[in-house]
Each structure stands twice: as C-alpha cells, then as structure tokens.
C-alpha cells in the first residue's frame, strides 16, 4: 500500500485531498497544526474503511515535519507520496506589509513547503522507491494579485522550487509538481471576502461573488474538484509529469 502525507489536511482542501486519496487505496497521514481537526479527519478516513494516522505539526518547523515523516514511515511503513498543502493568506496592501507579514507568509508557503519536500524526497532515496512530491500554488503562482501581493510572492516562489526539485529529484525517480487552484470554497476564502471587504467596501460575501465572476465554469470550486486532480497527480498516470504546476480553477487563468 501507499503511502501519502497531506499537511494541513484538518479542514478544507488538504481534508478534500486526504479523503480522496483514501479512497483511491493510500494510506493517508493526516497533518495539521490543529490537532483536533487532524484526528478528526483521521478518524473519518477510518471509519470509511481506509487506513490513516492523525500526524500533527507545525510545518514551519523543519525539525517537527522530519520527525513527522519518520513517525509515517515507522507507523504505516514508507513515504510514497507527499502533499504539502499547507498554507495561508492574508489580505494586505502592498504598502501596509510589515516584516512580520512578510516573514509569516513566507515561513509557512515556503519554507513549510520546502522542509516538507526535503523530509520526504531523503526518504523516498532512502527507500529507493521513487515518489511523488504534490505542492499547493494558486492561480497567485501565475499572476500577481492586488491585495494579496505577498501571498501572490509565495505561490510563485512554490512554483519556481517545484521546478528546481523536479530537475534536482528525477535521478532518484521523484516527480514533483504543483496544482494551481483558483477560488476554492474553504474557511481561507471567507479570511480573503473579508480582508477584501475592508478595501473595497464590500459586505459579507461580496467580494467572493464579484471575483467569481472571472471564473470560465460559472461556479466556486470545491475541495473535490481540486482533489480529483491531485488523485491524478499521486498515481502512475502522471508518472511522465514533472516540473509543472497546473491550473485547476475552473478557467481563470489561461497560459
Ligand atoms: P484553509 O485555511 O481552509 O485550510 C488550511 C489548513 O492548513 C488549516 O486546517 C490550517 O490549520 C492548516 N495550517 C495552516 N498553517 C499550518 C502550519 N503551519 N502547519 C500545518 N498546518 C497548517 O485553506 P485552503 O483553502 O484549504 O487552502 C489549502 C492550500 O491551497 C493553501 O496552500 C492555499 O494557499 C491553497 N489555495 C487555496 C485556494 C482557495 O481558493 N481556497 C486557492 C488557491 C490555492
């Protein structure tokens, strides 16, 4: 069996990614840095039948998510598969950033997924296995959005290492790319209608309606539809893919 980790798994995309990869026959580690929620989703998985170990942890500390990987490969046997799913936004003007925002963003988009990649591509070597690394970009990855500057920073920086790795890992039979979500339907977009709302002036749920508008397929994205691509890019279909990050926003962002 397979084996995958998906960070930040306890609510909204990640938990869409986990349960899917349950039921395509993975072992799923469920991480996040709310343990609650992490077990809950865990426990959802077991009880659907699929095999899954609550893992909670920070993923800004690099120390915590080596010692995650290991605890997965002891407890349900390898590393197959990471998702680094974990992320944040915030909602700021450009001019108003201040170095804690900065460093924040920064630690958990990027950092966070950098330590996640390093734990689990050592790993995959050592094992001599192969592996799939899955990173969470954005439409943000491809174009620069306003009041989301740093956040935007980021999911490029995600990009730009997604390619990196997959040059740097292919010897070792490690493919890594990124899915490109487009406004997806989780608690992350309601913290963005908000801080958009202070800007614009709009209420509660305006924001999301107005940039929805964009959106080719004429609805909000669910967890699913960004899952069913990641189940994708987790199985030997994709096993000539790498270096990418792909849009899955229903017709955002067109290259
Ligand atoms: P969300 O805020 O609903 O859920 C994120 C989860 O990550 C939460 O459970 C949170 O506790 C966890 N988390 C946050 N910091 C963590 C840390 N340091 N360590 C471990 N876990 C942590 O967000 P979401 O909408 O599900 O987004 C998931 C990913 O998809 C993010 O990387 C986000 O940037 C990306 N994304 C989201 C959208 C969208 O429209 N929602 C669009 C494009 C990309």
């Given at each position: 069996m397979?084996v ?5 798994a306890?609510?909204?995309i990640?938990?869409?990614i986990a ?9 799923v580690?469920v ?6 929620s ?9 009880e659907?039948?699929g ?22 490969a002891a407890?349900l ?10 992320g944040?936004?915030q909602?700021?003007?450009l001019?108003?950033?201040t170095p ?10 990027v950092f966070?997924v950098?330590?996640?990649?390093q ?5 995959m070597?050592?094992q001599g ?8 970009a ?6 620069g959005?306003?009041y989301l500057g740093?956040?935007s920073?980021t999911k490029?920086?995600v ?9 740097e890992?292919?010897q070792h039979?490690?493919?890594v790319n ?17 801080g958009?709302?202070?800007?614009l002036?709009?209420?509660k749920?305006e924001?999301l309606?107005?940039?929805s508008?964009?959106?080719?397929l004429?609805r909000?994205?669910t ?6 691509f990641?189940s994708?890019l987790?199985?030997p ?5 790498t ?5 899955i926003?229903?017709?955002i962002?067109?290259?």
């Amino acid at each position: 069996m397979t084996v995958a980790v998906v960070t930040g798994a306890g609510r909204g995309i990640g938990r869409g990614i986990a349960l899917r990869l349950a039921r395509d026959g993975h072992a799923v580690a469920v991480n996040d840095v709310d343990k609650a929620s992490a077990e809950a989703v865990a426990h959802e998985i077991a009880e659907a039948g699929g095999r899954s170990l609550a893992v909670p942890a920070d993923v800004t500390d690099r120390d915590a998510v080596f010692a995650m990987v290991d605890r997965v490969a002891a407890e349900l046997g390898s590393v197959d598969i990471m998702v680094a799913n974990a992320g944040i936004a915030q909602v700021k003007r450009l001019l108003e950033l201040t170095p804690a925002d900065l460093q924040r963003m920064f630690e958990v988009n990027v950092f966070g997924v950098v330590y996640c990649m390093q734990a689990a591509a050592e790993r995959m070597i050592a094992q001599g296995t192969g592996g799939k690394l899955i990173n969470a970009a954005s439409i943000a990855a491809h174009s620069g959005f306003d009041y989301l500057g740093h956040y935007s920073a980021t999911k490029f920086a995600v990009r730009a290492l997604t390619q990196a790795a997959a040059k740097e890992l292919a010897q070792h039979r490690i493919t890594v790319n990124a899915y490109c979500p487009g406004i997806v339907g989780t608690e992350m977009w309601n913290q963005i209608d908000e801080g958009l709302g202070g800007y614009l002036g709009t209420g509660k749920g305006e924001a999301l309606a107005k940039y929805s508008q964009l959106i080719a397929l004429g609805r909000v994205q669910t967890p699913e539809d960004v899952a069913g691509f990641v189940s994708y890019l987790a199985g030997p279909d994709s096993d000539y893919m790498t270096g990418q990050s792909v849009m899955i926003d229903g017709g955002i962002v067109m290259s």
